[in-house]
């Protein structure tokens, strides 16, 4: 009988003492497994590429290379990897760059371990967690009106239900099972929504939803 490998998580941080309280943190977690830990952009960079985590914890702020930074050339090296931006900053100059670069979650390093670690778990299954606030600002700042028709007036009506239910972090088997229809068709819907919005992946659709108040 197959036991289910663990989720690796690589953390990368400038504070040694934030690494430390977060692998012994989640060393008590079950499932989970931090194999590897970087104090700098750089070298978390390298280890990304040699241990090829699930799931990366970002902080943003860090001498030399930051979490934007650092996330933009992990992205391209392992689009796979869930990066999960754990920051004391809601400011907006750092929050939207790193989504944009490809963050998959954003947390406060106010948030409980157990949040952190449900975090973890989340992004393993295709699940993106956004702090309430981000969420909120991301609509506030979003939210506009259109000068013309938006690229969503193509989309047919299941597409916008699976689009509002992707945006609200939900997987593929989630939104199958609300909408009562197989994985295979929202595959379908998922390949043909991000098409005529125009967008490359999942996170970049949640983006336009928030945008366009779709998420709703």
Do not use: C, W
């Amino acid at each position: 009988m197959e036991t289910e490998l663990p989720i690796s998580v690589l953390l990368v941080d400038d504070h040694e003492m934030v690494r430390i309280g977060l692998a012994a943190v989640l060393g008590t977690e079950e499932g989970i497994e931090v194999v590897g830990e970087a104090g700098s952009g750089e070298e978390g960079i390298r280890l990304a590429s040699e241990y090829k985590p699930n799931v990366i914890l970002m902080d943003l702020v860090m001498d030399g290379m930051d979490g934007i930074e650092t996330t933009r050339q992990v992205m391209r090296l392992l689009p796979e990897t869930k990066v999960i931006v754990l920051t004391s900053y809601l400011d907006d100059e750092k929050m939207y760059p790193v989504i944009e670069a490809g963050a998959f979650s954003y947390l406060l390093k106010t948030s409980r371990a157990s949040e952190i670690a449900d975090a973890i778990r989340a992004a393993a299954r295709g699940q993106s967690v956004l702090e309430s606030q981000v969420a909120s600002k991301m609509m506030n700042r979003f939210r506009q009106p259109q000068a013309e028709a938006p690229a969503h007036a193509e989309l047919t009506d299941r597409e916008m239900e699976v689009l509002r239910l992707l945006a609200q972090g939900k997987s593929n088997q989630d939104i199958a099972d609300e909408l009562i229809i197989g994985i295979k068709t929202v595959k379908f819907h998922v390949t043909n929504l991000l098409a005529k919005l125009g967008v490359e992946d999942r996170t970049q659709a949640a983006i336009y939803a928030y945008k366009n108040g779709l998420a709703e």
